[in-house]
């Protein structure tokens, strides 16, 4: 799998799927396999593309602080690597703040795009839960801060669901397992890019169709942040999961499959 010099550091991307290009990225601490239950269902009709941002996975994890414009940068760079001149897109959480900027700077490489769990501004809470997730990193072993990250994502349906949990709790020994961890230096570049971000002024200039989704409990970054981003761009669509939290994508994965996947086909 292929890895780009991009704006001085190594980045890490795979392809699956083909059709239409659709460039994927995702959120804070997470490798862009972790899309792999959506690519299983949107690469029968898209080209996905899936970066690890830089600061984990196998790209490079530079000093930070890192920015939501320098790692949108990134996403071009991949872009041009592969000669695609224009892309769908969906971003998850911190993919949704580096989506924003692709679409604010770089309007012409951006056909259409899909915001989850977005923010354009935090405000003190929500920076104060990024740089938690710092401090948690910087001393807690992987199965704990695993569990402060699934505490942080999951909505109350989900850990009273048995089934569910078992999993949770899997997920959490598997934690100990990863042979590419992302160190600290890593989360902390992105944290920063995280809580620095603030586009809300200029999101009304945005043009491309978007569709902005969340889930009514999330605990992480709450539902008026959503609201907020879906106000401020002109004509956006705006679905919301009852009962679901920040992973509403996971708690919810048929129905948000087929949703977005059918949303992203109608755009041309």
């Keep these: 799998m292929p890895t780009i010099n991009a704006n001085g550091i190594d980045i890490y991307f795979e392809e699956r799927g083909s059709g239409d290009p659709l460039l994927l990225i995702m959120g804070i601490t997470a490798v862009g396999e972790v899309w792999d239950k959506h690519v299983a269902h949107w690469g029968k009709h898209f080209r996905c593309i899936l970066i690890d941002n830089r600061g984990v996975g196998k790209s490079d994890k530079p000093p930070g602080p890192y920015t939501s414009l320098q790692m949108?940068?990134?996403?071009?760079?991949?872009?041009?690597?592969?000669?695609?001149?224009?892309?769908?897109?969906?971003?998850?959480?911190?993919?949704?703040?580096?989506?924003?900027?692709?679409?604010?700077?770089?309007?012409?490489?951006?056909?259409?795009?899909?915001?989850?769990?977005?923010?354009?501004?935090?405000?003190?809470?929500?920076?104060?839960?990024?740089?938690?997730?710092?401090?948690?990193?910087?001393?807690?072993?992987?199965?704990?801060?695993?569990?402060?990250?699934?505490?942080?994502?999951?909505?109350?349906?989900?850990?009273d669901d048995e089934e569910v949990y078992e999993g949770l709790l899997e997920d959490r020994k598997n934690a100990a397992l990863d042979p590419n961890p992302q160190p600290l230096i890593g989360l902390e570049g992105q944290a920063a890019a995280c809580i620095h971000h603030s586009v809300l002024d200029a999101l009304s200039g945005i043009s491309c169709p978007t569709f902005v989704l969340g889930g009514e409990e999330d605990a992480f970054t709450p539902v008026w942040m959503t609201h907020e981003v879906a106000e401020a761009i002109p004509g956006s669509l705006l679905h919301l999961y009852e009962k679901s939290g920040h992973a509403f994508h996971w708690e919810n994965l048929e129905d948000f499959n087929v949703r977005v996947g059918d949303w992203l086909l109608n755009q041309k």
């Design 72 to 159: 949108a940068k990134d996403c071009i760079e991949v872009l041009d690597h592969l000669g695609i001149s224009s892309a769908k897109v969906v971003g998850v959480s911190m993919g949704s703040i580096i989506a924003q900027q692709l679409a604010i700077n770089f309007p012409e490489r951006i056909s259409a795009m899909v915001l989850m769990c977005p923010w354009a501004r935090c405000d003190n809470t929500t920076k104060a839960i990024f740089q938690h997730m710092a401090d948690c990193k910087a001393r807690l072993v992987p199965e704990e801060f695993s569990i402060y990250i699934q505490l942080l994502i999951f909505s109350k349906c989900s850990w």
